[in-house]
């Protein structure tokens, strides 16, 4: 019997791409509405908004300090027994919900650092010629934090993919839970294990190369 | 015409305007001198609502405002009224040389992109820097900087352009190219109010040079009066001081 059935992880390759899509769109709606809920708590933060800004600390502090799974077990078993509405809530939803309100918590702080650190004469410069408050965020000071900020929050959403794994848990059949379903079938633990791994790590090594990119553009403006 | 009756602006406690009253005609070239931290730069940053006053009345062509009562509307009218050129140059570090000067045609006056980049090339002309249109800040020399800076200031069209020590932060062989530039607007006749140490360009420019001391006004004229014939004791002592160092000119005891 060979070290490795070789033609057992091809075969994976096809049952695993079906679910790949899956895995994908959890990733990517949670990073979205992560970005966007980030954002908001962020200019929280920033603005010092009265009572806003003591539960957004709240919020990232409860959200930092637990672990994903544990949310996600609330957000899955715990919650429909305590919102009768939330009995309709799927695998999906859930994993959707925990992915992003964990990850919003960190970048909210990442973006924060970003808008905090643009200099102050980039902001006296743009109201010196008459430019509000949200013209000012527009065009100066969200363009430069952006440059600051994607480098970790493209980490985020590398960290994010791996983690739609934990969805396997809520009954949920992506990647991993197809993988592991593969497995239970043929025993073959170690090609199957290694096959979604090898799946994973082109995804993250595809989406840093995007990332270099994108900061190759985004750094045009300041190199000397 | 630009007005400022009683302004006064405190830090902590402390006034650094302790009541300035000043009018600067159309077309006239006001240069600020005296000894640092006497509230000139404060001054300018309070005619633009970078600093809110604590007290005054502020008039600016038909804007004239109580600055305590000043509302988010008189503020924004009073800067797009007063361009202001920054120490430190203050470019849009994301934006090209020409998008640094059009930003404000664009986003404040709502002109269309294509005009706005259009007028923004003329201004580079002007500059002298029309080959840097589409250079970033980081590429450009502290003079080149400045000098975009400045350009950012024409564009607006304001009542007047108000300079904080513009040379102040540039190295010594690019400080002639700024002022070169700020005397073809004087000669111009483009209304500025000028904070700076550089004295021979007082006395060569300027209609009326103003000697501020602690956050008050002590003595102004024109500039052959000033530099030649002191009054008040305390414009002597800070002229000799600063003279000592710059241009020789002749100052009576």
């Given at each position: 019997m060979p070290l490795l059935d070789v033609d057992y992880?091809?075969?994976?390759?096809?049952?695993?791409?079906?679910?790949l899509p899956l895995t994908l769109q959890m990733a990517a709606v949670g990073m979205a509405?992560?970005?966007?809920?980030?954002?908001?708590?962020?200019?929280?933060?920033?603005?010092?908004?009265?009572?806003?800004?003591?539960?957004?600390?709240?919020?990232?502090?409860?959200?930092?300090?637990?672990?994903?799974?544990?949310?996600?077990?609330?957000?899955?078993?715990?919650?429909?027994q305590l919102l009768a509405f939330l009995t309709q809530i799927n695998g999906i939803t859930a994993t959707i919900m925990g992915?992003?309100?964990?990850?919003?918590?960190?970048?909210?702080?990442?973006?924060?650092?970003?808008?905090?650190?643009v200099d102050r004469s980039?902001?006296?410069?743009?109201?010196?010629i008459g430019m509000t408050n949200g013209q000012l965020m527009r065009r100066i000071v969200l363009p430069q934090a952006t440059r600051v900020a994607v480098p970790t929050l493209m980490n985020y959403f590398i960290d994010m993919i791996k983690a739609t794994s934990l969805a396997f848990t809520l009954g949920v059949t992506e990647l991993m839970g197809a993988t592991q379903k593969e497995a239970a079938g043929s025993f073959l633990y170690f090609e199957a294990f290694i096959t979604v791994?090898?799946?994973?790590?082109?995804?993250?090594?595809?989406l840093a190369w995007v990332q270099r990119r994108l900061e190759t553009r985004l750094n045009e403006a300041y190199r000397r | 015409?630009?007005?400022?009756?009683?302004l006064i602006k405190r830090f902590g406690g402390q006034a650094v305007l302790d009541g300035i009253d000043l009018a600067i005609e159309q077309g006239e070239i006001v240069v600020?001198?005296?000894?640092?931290?006497?509230?000139?730069?404060?001054?300018?940053?309070?005619?633009?609502?970078?600093?809110?006053?604590?007290?005054?009345?502020?008039?600016?062509?038909?804007?004239?405002?109580?600055v305590t009562r000043a509302t988010r509307a008189d503020i924004l009218t009073a800067r797009r009224r007063t361009a202001f050129v920054f120490q430190n140059y203050a470019l849009f570090a994301n934006k090209t040389a020409l998008q640094n000067i059009a930003e404000g045609l664009i986003v404040v006056n709502r002109w269309p992109k294509e005009r706005a980049h259009a007028r923004a090339r003329e201004i580079l002309e002007r500059i002298g820097l029309a080959d840097k249109a589409d250079a970033y800040p980081a590429s450009l020399s502290g003079g080149q900087q400045q000098r975009v800076g400045i350009g950012r200031a024409m564009a607006a069209q304001a009542e007047v352009i108000l300079f904080d020590e513009p040379t102040s932060s540039l190295d010594p062989e690019w400080v002639e190219e700024v002022l070169g530039l700020m005397k073809r607007l004087a000669a111009e006749r483009q209304t500025m109010l000028v904070v700076t140490h550089e004295m021979s360009f007082a006395r060569d420019v300027a209609d009326r040079v103003i000697f501020m001391e602690g956050g008050r006004i002590v003595e102004q004229g024109p500039?052959?009066?000033?530099?030649?014939?002191?009054?008040?004791?305390?414009?002597?002592?800070?002229?000799?001081?600063?003279?000592?160092?710059?241009?020789?000119?002749?100052?009576?005891?």
């Open positions: 992880m091809l075969g994976l390759v096809p049952i695993l791409l079906r679910y509405l992560a970005l966007v809920l980030a954002c908001g708590l962020a200019v929280i933060r920033v603005l010092r908004i009265p009572g806003l800004n003591a539960a957004t600390l709240l919020f990232i502090s409860f959200f930092r300090g637990t672990p994903l799974l544990v949310q996600l077990f609330l957000f899955y078993y715990g919650l429909p992915l992003t309100l964990h990850f919003s918590a960190y970048m909210a702080e990442s973006i924060r650092a970003a808008i905090v650190g980039q902001t006296e410069a743009a109201l010196s791994a090898i799946f994973y790590w082109l995804i993250v090594e595809l | 015409m630009i007005k400022v009756e009683g600020i001198i005296g000894p640092s931290g006497t509230g000139k730069s404060t001054l300018l940053r309070c005619l633009n609502f970078l600093e809110r006053p604590d007290a005054g009345r502020l008039t600016i062509g038909d804007l004239n405002v109580d500039p052959d009066q000033l530099f030649r014939a002191p009054q008040d004791p305390r414009t002597r002592d800070f002229l000799r001081q600063v003279l000592a160092t710059q241009v020789a000119l002749d100052v009576p005891d």
